[in-house]
């Protein structure tokens, strides 16, 4: 016995009204198809994962919302963004389910869904805007913008998701106010410049003296190495990285740049343990959304071919394109390229470790 009124586990989830919304068009107008029950059921469950996607989403961005993030609801974050990976899981998978129809069979009920399309979908726009999807970058596959697609009602609702500040942007804010970057012990941004020069110093040096190579292979082998340091000047000197942001390549401030890199080279201080899991759930984020992305872009493949969308698209080629062009947190991959071996990384100075650590150690 509680307090609280008796309910019966049919009114407390409404299910009189979720069980009942399954209309089928195709029963509608006198040619039932079987499969659009399926259909209708898989496209239903898709929207209510997104309902909980964006409601940790939001619950994230709160947390995030101030300007200085407090680093005790770190735990909390993780948490939330471990259950949108997991949950992101189960979309890519779903996908399982709904290619059990047949093209053929789809084709008997897809006439009654038009000009109906996913891409009318309210609540993935609202996920894609509050990650972080500049509005200005999206594919346009005619010539109105995204959101004429959607309902009246609606469209105010992705404007006002596009204008509020994203999870990319709190991100971006927080890496860039990183602690430790600076200090009158350690300056990452000097060490990390002197570390990646010694790198090719040693590497150059170790072609030159490998007695196995020819003159040919060791100029070849130079010639690399030169590549290889150019990608490494285009971060190292701000205005080169600023080409690379005018190009789209990254996107991250260059101080919020130098918070990340440092974050994941020094990954197994103690600080930064969060810091690094936080930043890993970001990516698993943005890579299962890209599996979502390919896996439903070759799912309309095969029931389309190389038909147009049922709402006006090139179908399989545009989904494709999204996939890569709509991604959020491409620059936590892209900085993979700029990470040093352990061995080359330069130690942290003692004093300043204990510093770092000190949330986590009794001082003696
Ligand atoms: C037979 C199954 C499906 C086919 C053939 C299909 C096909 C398509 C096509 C061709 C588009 C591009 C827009 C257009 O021209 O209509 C699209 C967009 C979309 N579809 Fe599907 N779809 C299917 C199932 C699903 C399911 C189950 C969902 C789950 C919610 C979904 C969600 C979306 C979303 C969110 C978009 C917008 C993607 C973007 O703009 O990046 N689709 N779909």
């Known amino acids: 016995m509680t307090k609280y009124p008796p309910i019966n586990y049919s009114d407390y989830l409404q299910l009189d009204k979720v069980l009942n919304a ?3 068009r195709s029963e509608e107008y006198n040619k039932k198809a079987h499969d659009e029950h399926l259909f209708i059921i898989i496209h239903q469950t898709y929207e209510l994962w997104f309902k909980q996607i964006l409601f940790e989403v939001d619950s994230v961005l709160e947390l995030f919302g101030h300007d200085h993030f407090d680093e005790s609801h770190m735990g909390i974050v993780i ?11 189960v979309l ?16 008997d009920f897809r006439d009654f869904l038009v000009p109906a399309s996913g891409f009318q979908s309210l609540q993935f726009r609202l996920l894609e805007n509050k990650l972080g999807l500049i509005p200005e970058k999206r594919l346009t596959y005619t010539e109105s913008y995204y959101s004429e697609a959607l309902r009246e009602d609606e469209k105010k609702h992705v404007h006002e998701a596009e204008k509020a500040p994203s999870l990319f942007e709190r991100v971006e804010a927080w890496l860039a106010r990183t602690p430790f970057l600076k200090s009158p012990d350690f300056d990452f941004w000097g060490v990390y410049k002197d570390a ?8 150059e040096e170790l072609i030159r003296n ?12 130079i010639e690399q190495l030169a590549k290889s340091r150019e990608i490494f000047d285009g971060l190292l000197d701000k205005d080169k990285y600023q080409e ?3 190009k789209g390549q990254f996107r991250l401030s260059y101080d919020a740049l130098h918070g990340a890199l440092f974050i994941l080279l020094y990954r ?3 600080a930064l343990q969060q810091a690094f899991s936080f930043i890993t759930c ?7 959304l890209t599996q979502w992305r390919y896996r439903h872009s070759l799912m309309a493949l095969r029931m389309l071919g190389s038909k147009v969308g049922t709402g006006g698209s090139s179908g399989h080629k545009y989904l494709r394109a999204a996939t890569e062009k709509h991604k959020v947190f491409h620059d936590f991959f892209n900085l993979t390229t700029y990470l040093l071996p352990r061995s080359a990384l330069p130690q942290l100075p003692e004093n300043f470790k204990r510093e770092l650590n000190f949330a986590f150690t009794h001082k003696k």
């Open 268 to 270: 197994d201080e103690p």
């Open 22 to 24: 399954q209309d089928l």
């Open 282 to 288: 970001l990516q698993n984020i943005d890579e299962l």
């Open 92 to 107: 890519v998978d779903q996908i399982n389910i709904l290619e059990t129809m047949t093209p053929l069979d789809f084709l």
């Open 79 to 89: 948490s939330r963004l471990n259950r949108i990976i997991e949950i992101e899981r």
């Open 244 to 246: 690379l942001q005018d």
């Open 196 to 203: 990646v020069i010694k790198m090719f110093q040693d590497e």
């Open 210 to 221: 490998n007695s196995s190579l020819t003159e040919k292979d060791i100029e070849n082998n």
